[in-house]
């Protein structure tokens, strides 16, 4: 089926487009035109935007449906309701847990994946969010649950998802964090600083380590302060990523802002 979409505007990686006519052939677009078509229908959304769908790396749960949900349906619950949000891909995204419960849920996350036959949002693989945490600052991840990372523990988690996961979470100033980041960048996992107390010298070392994204900031982390950036304020002058926590009740416009 061939169609096309006329928006106010089309979001283009290259800016903005006015005036604009977008053809869609087979579910794909096939072209971005001046030119109005005149052989097959024209959508007009004259108050809308057209953009590529979102990308979510940090998806714990959606319609009621949690990653950590041990049944054959929840995955794709949340993959079904997240289109009607932008978004058209994401990454599941564990909690901390017993550590079977966390090996569980990796396995399905790669078993739906791996079974090609997804609807609504794509899922990418997971990120391992906790236990990997320091008591300070672990939010709601349970204090029983948290642990110091070991190699054999990575070894196991990256033979569990077959390689579909692509990020694990570590607090840099707790046990074995500096060998632990290190692995996982050599083995192909992204690792973020999360959760953690950690001081500005010791962000900046798991930073250079290859750790290259911060979570979240000003939020679950050592504060910034004029004697001690702490770990905001080496996510500041690393300029690794940092992922916001935007929730209105804990944060400030004005903060976010300064974050960008």
Known sequence: MRYAIKPEKVMTSSGELLNKYVVINQGKIESIQEEKPVDFDVHYYPDSYLSAGFIDVHIHGRAG???????????????QALPQTGVTAWVGTTVSAPWQNILSS?????????????????LLGSFMEGPYFTERHRGSHPTEYLMPPTIPQLEELLQISDRTLLRVAIAPEIENAEP??????????KVSVAHT??????VTKAYYLGADCGVHLF??????HHREPGCTGGGV??????????????RSPSRIKFSL
């Open 197 to 202: 107390n950690a001081t500005f010298e010791q």
């Open 106 to 122: 990796m396995q399905r996350m790669k078993d739906y994946i791996q079974q090609g036959k997804q609807k609504g949002a794509e």
């Open 180 to 189: 632990a980041i290190k692995w996982l960048v050599e083995n192909g996992v």
């Open 65 to 79: 449906a949690d990653v950590m949900d041990e049944n054959d349906t929840a995955l794709a619950t949340i993959a």
């Open 219 to 224: 939020n679950g982390m050592s504060a910034l």
């Open 237 to 250: 002058i690393s300029r690794y990523a940092s992922r916001n926590y935007c929730r209105r009740h804990s």
